[in-house]
């Protein structure tokens, strides 16, 4: 079986000891590929160096709702030759292009790090950077539900949102079997990780079950959110495999189907080759 961690933040400076590691370690147990997503600018910075020399790293830039406060008018642009070049030098490197993806951004009404305003302008500012890249979006949504509707709905309407490709995905899914729906019909894919191997997360537990097959995708969120094999200690990529046999479970299904559809389905949302 192989495995694609849709979600890892395996830049963050807890990894900077053991990287090398981690790493051997998520081979060893099949995780092939790994998604970086961002938290600002100087983290996109970090996540892009380590791509150019790591096959197994793809990345998302972007500037996180919690780290909102920072964006300013010129960071699209910073943005945008922060892709460039990075890509540039990975495919001199004799790599494929590593940036993939804008994100994560969304709002995050739980903790307020950022002002409210200021993670709408960040997240309105960044779909449309993503519609200009031509570019998935990740999203992170956390008691924020209705805000991130009127955003994402008024994307969608006037074209915002890819129609060709899938549009993203609603990272670490907590929302309802019924929001599911709304956000399958604008084109996005769904992300599930360490969450629902508790059994108190009936949301997400009851949400996985009933995702089409080919919008599922799986996520460690690593060093956050382990599952309850490793519950209290860090995360890490190699934790996925326990999240694909939980999310068998429900789905009523082998891990080893799982283990195949989200590998192809993750490869399909970054547009990489299967």
Aim: aromatic letters at 8%; a negative charge; charged letters at 25%.
């Amino acid at each position: 079986m192989i495995w694609f961690d849709s979600h890892a933040h395996l830049q963050d400076e807890v990894f900077d000891d053991d990287r090398s590691a981690v790493l051997q370690r998520a081979r060893d147990a099949g995780v092939m590929r790994v998604l970086l997503p961002s938290s600002d600018l100087e983290d996109a910075h970090k996540a892009c160096e380590l791509a150019i020399n790591e096959p197994m790293f793809y990345v998302a830039i972007g500037v996180h709702p919690h780290e909102a406060v920072s964006w300013e008018q010129e960071t699209a642009s910073q943005l945008r030759e922060l892709k460039d070049e990075t890509n540039r030098r990975a495919m001199e490197n004799g790599r494929d292009a590593p940036v993939v993806a804008i994100g994560e951004i969304g709002f995050d009404f739980h903790y307020d790090f950022s002002p409210r305003d200021k993670q709408r302008q960040a997240l309105e500012a960044q779909l449309m950077l993503a519609h200009e890249l031509d570019l998935p979006v990740v999203i992170h949504l956390r008691d924020a539900t209705q805000a991130t509707l009127d955003v994402l709905t008024r994307a969608h309407a006037t074209g915002l949102l890819s129609n060709d490709h899938p549009a993203g995905v609603m990272h670490c899914y907590s929302e309802s079997e019924d929001m599911l729906k709304i956000f399958l019909d604008m084109g996005f894919m769904v992300g599930f990780d360490g969450p629902i191997t508790y059994n108190n997360a009936k949301k997400a537990r009851e949400a996985i079950a009933v995702v089409p097959d080919d919008r599922l995708v799986l996520e460690t969120d690593a060093p956050w959110l382990s599952p309850r094999q490793k519950r209290g200690r860090r995360n890490e990529s190699s934790y996925l495999p326990w999240i694909g046999e939980e999310a068998a479970k429900l789905r009523g299904v082998s891990t080893e189907i799982i283990a195949s559809q989200t590998f192809c389905n993750t490869n399909r949302l970054f547009r990489l080759s299967c």
